[in-house]
């Protein structure tokens, strides 16, 4: 069992940034691939960006390409998300989530195994 603790939501305006980490529990952390994952109010989950367990591959949503950026730190067990230009859309929840396979990325929800309690995200416009 993988637990993931988000950290860094908050309040900003529109064009604002904001940097969201997550912290694994595994001691295997760099055999998982892990994404960032997001639900606005009213709307189904979505995934965000993803990145493979070395951090040799990143794929993002096309809605987030060229504002958000993931990365990750195997020797601190952490993954981020970096995100700037922010708009009102993003508003969201954002999930960390991770699953079982370094080498491969994941753009589903569905393929996540385990996801974090989440941390609020809110744009202003």
């Known amino acids: 069992q993988v637990q993931l603790a988000e950290s860094g939501g908050g309040w900003v305006q529109a064009g604002g940034s904001l940097r969201l980490s997550c912290l694994a529990s595994t001691p295997t952390f760099s055999n998982y691939c892990m994404g960032w994952l997001r639900q606005a109010p009213g709307k189904e989950p979505e995934f965000v960006a993803t990145i493979s367990g070395r951090g040799a591959t990143t794929e993002y949503a096309d809605s987030v390409k060229g504002r958000f950026a993931i990365s990750r730190d195997n020797a601190k067990n952490m993954v981020y998300l970096q995100m700037n230009d922010l708009k009102p859309e993003d508003t969201a929840v954002y999930y960390c989530?991770?699953?079982?396979?370094?080498?491969?990325?994941?753009?589903?929800?569905?393929?996540?195994?385990?996801w974090g309690r989440g941390t609020q995200v809110i744009v202003s416009a």
């Open positions: 989530a991770g699953t079982l396979g370094y080498t491969i990325i994941k753009l589903s929800v569905s393929d996540y195994d385990y």
